[in-house]
């Protein structure tokens, strides 16, 4: 039958959509959240222009990575418990309340998902708050957190640049930069940056092209 | 395992599927025969959103393994009045998975009084293709006009969708969407539109083993739907320019033996079928 790719490709061969990076970074009054916006099956790509940052709830985004189909269906169903949940409290939902929302789906069917999701949001009571839940469906709060096939690459960058405190748009610059770089070095990862601000003021987003992006040296 | 099917989205399908194919695969074998080959459309799909609607296209060739079954099946289906689908992959799960849906929002429709939405028909699809976990075999292409404006869904056999001013699908989707990252513009004209389509189609349809025959287009816009099938026949049959027949008489005959069949009537009874 007729395949896309090759057999032995270097890649992660699948015909499931797959690949990504995304990252998320606290601020002293929200979140700053990134993705590419590459899906591929096996070494096409499927969709060059994907929106990878889906809103949850009015300040509440999550960033997903893995299946396509698995983090689509989780955030679907995340989103309606969480409108639910808000409208029973008739309050705004908490960022940790999503979180968990997350986690236990991911962690209950554990064995049938494959979906690294990262929630981002902003709440009254805590502010700007960043929870990772990785495959597995382990949930923890982190000041930045990276995922995707794309973040084993930046790893060191991030760790080396990341300084506690830093403005909107410093976080702005660095997650901008640290993208690029993940983008750079992963075949499963490209396209443009999107970008997203979620404060008290609500969302922000903004898109960076192939050719705006951040240049460093090429040798 | 078992155990590991628990929950709403495990149990039911996973474990069904799996265990009562495994179970019927092993039988047939024992007793000597092969499993049939699910047909599959091979297939060159796609769709584009222009000015006034979405243009979709597909090819009409049905491949049963490298044998064509079918040289002209209609690969476009109706959703809704205002909402077509075209169905890549195995050819009875697009068409079965489409007039599902197709019936579900029908009634959806007369319960909210309301045209239904291009949006509510992939959700339908993606949380059933979703709860088979793939085994059903759909990449779908859905397009149509609501009261929202034009829109155009790609959908995957695992349940994901992409929201997309033009897609492509099947095996031959590769080749139509080189000719979309060629010529696509936003706001095109209808009949700039239909040509794009068109010349996307037949890309698949000659570069493409698994794609062939005709091209059939549908463009919907709000409040009319053309359904133009054939739009090209681009693989007409050629006519023969000779002909393999003799004429009586070219072999001599020799000797010629005559041996009639005496049948008698035994009995003869009809009944008619009341086919009112």
């Known amino acids: ?219 | 395992t078992e155990e590991q099917c628990w929950g709403t989205w495990g149990k039911n399908i996973k474990c069904v599927c799996f265990y009562r194919n495994a179970l019927l695969e092993a039988d047939i074998n024992k007793l000597g025969f092969s499993s049939p080959a699910a047909r599959k459309t091979g297939t060159t799909i796609c769709g584009v959103v222009y000015k006034d609607g979405v243009v979709l296209g597909a090819d009409t060739r049905a491949t049963e393994g490298m044998v064509v079954a079918d040289k002209n099946c209609s690969k476009i289906h109706y959703i809704s009045p205002n909402i077509y689908c075209c169905g890549a992959g195995t050819a009875a799960d697009t068409e079965m998975t489409t007039q599902i849906i197709s019936s579900n929002l029908e009634l959806h429709s007369l319960s909210t009084g309301r045209l239904p939405r291009v949006t509510t028909a992939n959700r339908m699809l993606k949380q059933m293709l979703f709860r088979y976990q793939g085994y059903i075999g759909a990449a779908l292409v859905l397009g149509g006009v609501d009261c929202n404006g034009p829109h155009l869904y790609s959908i995957y056999p695992h349940g994901s969708t992409d929201k997309l001013p033009y897609v492509t699908m099947g095996s031959g989707s590769l080749a139509a969407m080189a000719v979309f990252e060629d010529r696509y513009r936003p706001n095109m004209e209808e009949e700039e539109a239909k040509r794009l389509v068109r010349d996307a189609i037949a890309a698949g349809i000659f570069n493409d083993l698994g794609s062939g025959s005709n091209i059939d287009l549908c463009v919907i816009t709000k409040g009319k739907v053309d359904y133009l099938r054939p739009h090209d026949m681009a693989n007409k049959k050629g006519v023969r320019t000779g002909s393999y027949r003799y004429k009586h008489g070219t072999t001599g005959v020799l000797t010629k033996a005559v041996t009639p069949l005496n049948l008698e009537v035994v009995e003869e009874s009809v009944q008619t079928m009341d086919t009112s």
């Open chain 1, 1 to 219: 039958s007729l395949q896309f790719g090759t057999p032995r490709s270097v890649f992660i061969t699948s015909l499931i959509p797959v690949g990504t990076s995304i990252m998320a970074v606290e601020f002293e009054g929200g979140v700053v959240i990134g993705a590419d916006s590459r899906t591929t099956t096996g070494a096409y790509i499927a969709n060059r222009v994907t929106d990878k940052l889906t809103p949850i709830h009015e300040r509440i985004f999550c960033c997903r990575s893995g299946s396509a189909a698995d983090t689509q269906a989780i955030a679907d169903a995340v989103t309606y418990q969480l409108g639910f949940h808000s409208i029973e409290l008739d309050e705004a939902p908490l960022v940790q309340t999503a979180a968990s929302l997350f986690r236990e789906m991911c962690y209950r069917y554990r064995e049938e998902l494959m979906a690294g999701i990262i929630v981002a949001g902003w709440d009254p009571r805590r502010g700007g708050q960043v929870y990772t839940v990785p495959v597995g469906g382990m949930m923890t709060r982190q000041p930045v957190s990276v995922g995707g096939s794309g973040s084993s690459y930046i790893y060191g960058y991030v760790d080396s640049n990341y300084r506690a405190g830093m403005s909107k748009e410093e976080c702005l610059k660095f997650t901008a930069e640290a993208l690029t770089l993940a983008m750079e070095r992963d075949g499963s990862s490209g396209g443009v940056v999107r970008l997203a601000v979620v404060s008290e003021q609500g969302v922000e987003r903004q898109v960076i092209l192939g050719n705006q992006l951040p240049k460093f040296s090429t040798v």
